[in-house]
């Protein structure tokens, strides 16, 4: 391990890790400063995570819930010491990471940021008329929520369509809703009723028929002696699917409520949420619910002409909160903007806000990744962040693969020196100017820069987007080349997403490889999910002469204790449930029988607790290997088999779909961001591998913001020239080679110093 040269600290300035061993890290020993911004690097899979997350953060976040009672315990998530010898001088950790924002609907950029609370009471003391105090303008309070539409500002409806066939009758099986099949229970129901001839199609009803097939209430009828309660389809799927304390279980009945139901904007509040007494209520001639529909750094500016002394404090906090939402880069968004839609990398920033106006010092604050989806532009302001937290006394962690952040950290921890088993080792810490010396892979990318292409490929095509207006989208006409790696850049919120995901995913052969979570359970991993588990299974069941289901952990195989998750999860009533290792089968997952049959000496739980280049070895040729080559190509050599999904980042998850999809015919390839979570050395490692891909025939539309994979592309689109109203235009097309000698655009800007560099 390489040390940079530094005065000793006072013991307590220092947070003092030793002997972790959490994942790979191989029995990891390191002091990190206090009240300093740190900044930890390596390869994906080094162990930065595991040191960061998995050790420091977890054992604080540990320690804080044990000092709450038993009964408070019960309802808090369990959570493990982690594997390690000792840890001092720790102080409370807040996580600021990318996972999305909950889905809820009713939680929005404005409830998160608490803005929306603040603007509550400055409506409650100076809106005319006077309509009560702040809770008459929540929505998600009784007294301030629309009645039709509870405060969600638009109403669910169902689409006939999907629920029958006018063109059948109800013996044809008209009705296509799941569970509603000929001869069901429920479709006797609208036989048995004697309201319609069952021999006729729909489409031929009376309109009163129609009116009672779909819309009749629960009705008594007398039928033949007995009694039945009938009641309209439409009426009956609202209450067996769509009542809202039901979540559909199965992924058919899902699907299907997914497609058939629609939401339009409420008629009663045009999509305001609020009742019309809220509405009713002005400040300078704006109710609530559109200064919340305003543009943040517009809204900014609103509120700065509120200057009645009864509320200045209130309005100077909030004042305050805005401008940082613009100083972050999301000025963009507006107050009602569900939280739900937000990207990983805005949801990471809006928390981040939150956080900035806290009064708490010194508390550890660690982030993941801060810099993603954030343009070279806003990267600068993002940097002002980390130091403004730092600077009020906390100590901040990030962890971190862009050059501009780490170069201004006050101190750096660089681990590796590869991935998965070849890595969990500190390989430096200390200063920059130190990393920068040392001989790491990070010490020497450092100041690695792609340079452009002598010769773009020519495009054997075009793919036009005509009128594109979603979002913030100016009426835009552009035509993406065929054949090539063209790259869409612009800052946050420019609408490169809106004219890459608006545009382009309903062409026939567009494959869109995004970063969203992947729908699985806890036994779901790269195994199972690319495919590569079904040859290991017939390659285990040929050598043993038995059959394939032996070797799933989902089928006859799995250990009948832990049903072949590998961990049993107690709930201990009154204190926290725990996880702990299956004793039965020692966290192997299958039976003792399943695991006395071998492949080449090995047995499948050895097998699925291999790295992918472990399998690679194991497994020379046949289909099993075409998979693992995918995934090597990809950047997951690190990835065991058996590795839980739900583990995985955004980054990894978008990597694991691109390895299922390069086995598939040509396409046209959409790639969102695909450099999150990649270190300096493997960003040179996926340009070969989009080089590959348009080699093949292929064509590649990247939206990113990497400098390196601008300067490698063939063809650019940049949009902008801002973010929200003041983007949403094409603001050049063309090579990289002409808009760095060219461009007047904040891209051309930040990439001409790149190139130059």
């Not at 629960?218 to 699917?241: I, P, S």
């Not at 500016?301 to 401008?323: C, E, M, Q, Y």
């Not at 009948?560 to 299956?582: E, N, Q, R, W």
Request: charged share 20%; hydrophobic share 40%.
């Amino acid at each position: 391990m390489q040390q940079a040269t530094r005065t000793v600290a006072d013991n307590h300035d220092m947070i003092e890790v030793r002997g972790a061993r959490e994942n790979n890290l191989a029995s990891v020993s390191v002091d990190i400063p206090k009240r300093r911004l740190t900044v930890f690097t390596g390869v994906s899979g080094s162990g930065k995570s595991s040191l960061v997350f998995g050790t420091i953060a977890a054992e604080s976040q540990r320690m804080i819930n044990e000092t709450y009672s038993a009964f408070l315990q019960s309802f808090m998530p369990s959570l493990a010491r982690p594997d390690v010898d000792s840890l001092r001088n720790l102080s409370a950790a807040i996580i600021v990471d990318q996972e999305r924002m909950g889905a809820n609907s009713r939680s929005t950029v404005g409830t998160a940021t608490d803005a929306y609370a603040m603007l509550r009471i400055v409506f409650s003391r100076l809106g005319q008329p006077h309509v009560g105090a702040a809770g008459a303008f929540s929505f998600n309070l009784p007294e301030g929520m629309c009645p039709t539409c509870e405060g969600l500002g638009r109403v669910s409806d169902l689409d006939v369509r999907e629920l029958v066939d006018v063109e059948r009758s109800l013996n044809d099986g008209a009705i296509t809703v799941p569970n509603f099949a000929v001869d069901s229970w429920y479709w006797q129901s609208f036989v048995a009723s004697g309201l319609f001839d069952p021999d006729v199609k729909l489409q031929d009803y009376t309109p009163r028929q129609w009116q009672d097939f779909l819309h009749k209430p629960a009705t008594k009828m007398k039928v033949g002696g007995g009694n039945l309660t009938y009641e309209g389809l439409v009426v009956k799927v609202r209450r067996l699917y769509l009542s809202k304390d039901k979540e559909p279980a199965q992924p058919h009945i899902r699907a299907f409520v997914e497609r058939a139901v629609t939401f339009t904007t409420c008629a009663d509040c045009d999509g305001a949420r609020l009742n019309r007494a809220a509405l009713s209520s002005r400040i300078a001639g704006r109710n609530i619910a559109e200064c919340s529909a305003m543009q943040i750094s517009d809204l900014a500016g609103f509120v700065r002409g509120v200057t009645d002394p009864s509320v200045a404090p209130l309005v100077a906090n909030l004042r305050d909160l805005l401008d940082s939402l613009v100083e972050i880069g999301l000025g963009y968004l507006s107050l009602d903007r569900e939280a739900g839609t937000l990207s990983g990398g805005e949801a990471q920033r809006v928390k981040m806000v939150r956080h900035l106006g806290s009064s708490l010092t010194d508390v550890t604050y660690v982030f993941d990744e801060p810099t993603v989806g954030l343009h070279p532009h806003d990267i600068a302001r993002m940097n002002g962040l980390l130091l403004r937290l730092r600077d009020k006394g906390n100590t901040v962690l990030v962890v971190e693969h862009k050059p501009e952040t780490i170069a201004i950290a006050d101190h750096v921890v660089d681990l590796g020196p590869g991935a998965g088993p070849d890595g969990g080792r500190v390989c430096y810490h200390g200063d920059v100017a130190g990393l920068r010396r040392c001989d790491t892979l990070t010490g020497r990318h450092l100041d690695h820069r792609a340079s452009l292409r002598e010769q773009v490929r020519p495009p054997t095509g075009q793919l036009p987007i005509r009128g594109a207006d979603l979002h913030n989208l100016r009426d835009v006409d552009v035509d993406v080349p065929l054949g090539v790696l063209t790259v869409v850049t612009g800052v946050a919120g420019s609408g490169k997403s809106s004219l890459i995901h608006g545009s382009l995913p309903r062409r026939v052969g567009v494959v869109v490889v995004d970063q969203s979570a992947i729908r699985g359970s806890r036994r779901s991993n790269p195994a199972t999910y690319t495919g590569l588990l079904d040859p290991v299974r017939a390659a285990f069941a040929k050598a043993n002469g038995v059959k394939p289901a032996l070797f799933s952990a989902n089928s006859e195989g799995a250990c009948p204790a832990c049903k072949g998750i590998g961990v049993i999860y107690t709930d201990l009533a009154m204190t926290a449930g725990v996880a702990s290792t299956c004793e039965q089968c020692e966290g192997r997952r299958f039976t003792p029988k399943v695991l006395t049959y071998t492949l080449r000496g090995k047995n499948i739980s050895e097998v699925l607790a291999m790295s992918v280049t472990e399998a690679r070895d194991f497994f020379p040729g046949g289909p099993a290997r075409s998979v693992l080559d995918r995934l090597a190509d990809v950047g997951l050599s690190y990835l065991s088999l058996g590795q839980p999904l739900t583990t995985l980042s955004g980054g990894e998850r978008q990597r694991l779909k691109l390895a299922i999809h390069m086995g598939e015919k040509a396409h046209t390839y959409v790639l969102d961001e695909p450099t999150t979570g990649l270190h300096l050395a493997d960003v040179d490692n996926l340009l070969a591998l989009l080089d590959r891909l348009v080699d093949a025939g292929n064509t590649v539309v990247v939206i990113e913001h990497h400098q390196a994979v601008m300067a490698h592309a063939d063809w650019i689109i940049d949009l902008g020239p801002g973010a929200g109203h003041d983007g949403g235009r094409v603001v050049f097309t063309g090579t990289p080679a002409d808009l760095v000698a060219h461009g007047d655009t904040l891209t051309a800007t930040h990439l001409r110093e790149y190139v130059a560099h």
